[in-house]
Nanobody
Framework: EVLLVESGGGLVQAGGSLRLTCVASGFVFGHHAIAWFRQAPGEEREGLACISNSDGTTNYADSVKGRFTISRDTAKNTVYLQMNSLKPEDTAVYYC?????????????????????WGRGTEVTVSS
């Protein structure tokens, strides 16, 4: 069974930091790119960052570039999202997802269309 399990969310003050963790199991980790998404209430899902599991290349959305860092530990089948300088508008449920087929980030990853495996999410709340 394919599983992606997110953790690390919580309540933090504006300007603070959180590190989200995504642990993957049930598939060959190195064969699938992993991305982080978020969805705030009443908003569309937003792709934030992607990491290639072929070479570790990363891509970021403009909204988080310079504040968020995606990384991986291939020995642990784990991807992280380090979030710094958090803002109230970062409040959302954060999801990790795995590309259905390829280990590198598609240029369209932020749409999430080719991301077949999803976790259940972890909630992040940033207070002002």
């Amino acid at each position: 069974e394919v599983l992606l399990v997110e953790s690390g969310g919580g309540l933090v003050q504006a300007g603070g930091s959180l590190r989200l963790t995504c642990v993957a199991s049930g598939f060959v980790f190195g064969h699938h790119a992993i991305a982080w998404f978020r969805q705030a209430p009443g908003e569309e899902r937003e792709g934030l960052a992607c990491i290639s599991n072929s070479d570790g290349t990363t891509n970021y959305a403009d909204s988080v570039k310079g504040r968020f860092t995606i990384s991986r530990d291939t020995a642990k089948n784990t991807v992280y999202l380090q979030m710094n300088s958090l803002k109230p508008e970062d409040t959302a449920v954060y999801y990790c997802a795995a590309d259905r087929l390829i280990p590198y980030c598609r240029s369209t990853y932020s749409l999430g269309i080719e991301y077949y495996y999803w976790g259940r999410g972890t909630e992040v709340t940033v207070s002002s």
